[in-house]
């Protein structure tokens, strides 16, 4: 596991940014940078855009922090348009965090759009040293996005660690008055983290099968962690249906390497894994969740989501 270096020496990953926007009847916040101001018994304003980062928010701010996820359980992160109750929020924010690594190509227009004030923006993925960074493709992912990295770097639970530092270190400057509570819960849900890396370390040791498919090409980071194959991903774009010379290499490479599972995601339409399974004896569609779901108690937390798709992946790689 690799260790995060003290508070504050991540500081290039959080970016202050004094958004001047025009005025809006929606936000009622006071203008100009520091203009934010704490309600809801004084807890600072926070959000993120995907549910894994949201909950790394809440281990690290426990409550001091009100968060809000901006991109729903079940919907997709490579695409989003907020609500005017979500703007309404993120005008009040004192901290946006957002992954990065063109993850959320909306983001940058929507804080500026979010209203006047002050805001710290945490890009988590820059806080990654580029050497923990895999290239668009790399483990069977995705190769026609136009990013230069896999976005999906919160899978390996290592890379994550990096993650939650960045969060601590942009909560300390928002909140620096609080500097040794972010510092304090920040360290144990490392630890916490370190826990879950042997966890599924031990578990995927013991797969007989060591290769699969997935729908969505999000697995490379958690497969090169822990010795494992996304040998291919049905689709090479998020959100776009494979063509048919696309589903014919899946095809081969399944036939070829003898792999029995497809794993698709309660974010996307299984469709064509359903298809390209139909047409393989013994091969089968089982579902793994990269994001989770607060209001589903088996994948509520990163915790729990990461140990839920090692039980998936147990009952068909063993």
């Not at 940014?17 to 101001?37: D, K, Q, T, W, Y």
């Not at 209203?115 to 895999?134: H, I, N, Q, W, Y």
């Not at 569609?285 to 915790?303: A, H, K, M, Q």
């Amino acid at each position: 596991m690799n260790v995060l270096p003290g508070p504050g020496s991540s500081g290039r990953t959080v970016t202050r940014l004094c958004i001047l926007a025009l005025a809006s009847a929606v936000l009622a916040v006071p203008a100009g940078c520091g203009g934010h101001v704490a309600d809801n018994g004084g807890r600072m304003k926070v959000a993120a855009t995907i549910v894994p980062l949201a909950d790394f928010c809440r281990q690290v701010g426990g409550d001091l922090v009100e968060v809000r996820t901006l991109i729903p359980p079940g919907a997709s992160a490579h695409s989003y348009e907020p609500t005017a109750s979500e703007f309404k929020f993120l005008g009040g924010a004192r901290v946006f965090v957002m992954n990065g690594l063109g993850l959320e190509e909306w983001a940058s227009g929507v804080i500026r759009k979010a209203g006047p004030g002050s805001m710290v923006v945490v890009v988590t993925a820059d806080a990654v040293p580029k050497a923990e960074l895999l290239r668009a493709g790399a483990f069977g992912g995705e190769k026609g996005s136009g990013r230069e990295y896999d976005p999906h770097i919160w899978l390996d639970p290592n890379i994550a660690a990096f993650q939650v530092g960045a969060i601590r270190d942009g909560f300390i400057e928002a909140d620096p008055a609080h500097r040794e509570r972010y510092t304090a819960n920040a360290s144990r849900f490392i630890r916490e983290l370190e826990a879950l890396d042997r966890e599924i370390r031990d578990a995927t040791a013991g797969f007989t099968r060591r290769s699969f498919v997935a729908l969505h090409p999000g697995w490379a980071y958690f497969s090169r962690r822990y010795g494992i194959e996304q040998a291919a991903a049905v689709q090479e774009v998020p959100e776009q249906e494979p063509s048919g010379r696309r589903i014919e290499r899946v095809v081969e490479e399944i036939k070829a390497k003898g792999i029995k599972v497809i794993f698709a995601e309660p974010q996307a339409s299984a469709r064509a894994a359903q298809v390209i399974a139909s047409s393989i004896p013994g091969v089968r569609v089982f579902y793994l969740d990269p994001l989770g779901d607060p209001g589903n108690p088996e994948v509520d937390t990163y915790l729990e989501t990461m140990r839920h798709n090692l039980r998936v992946m147990k009952e068909v790689l063993r």
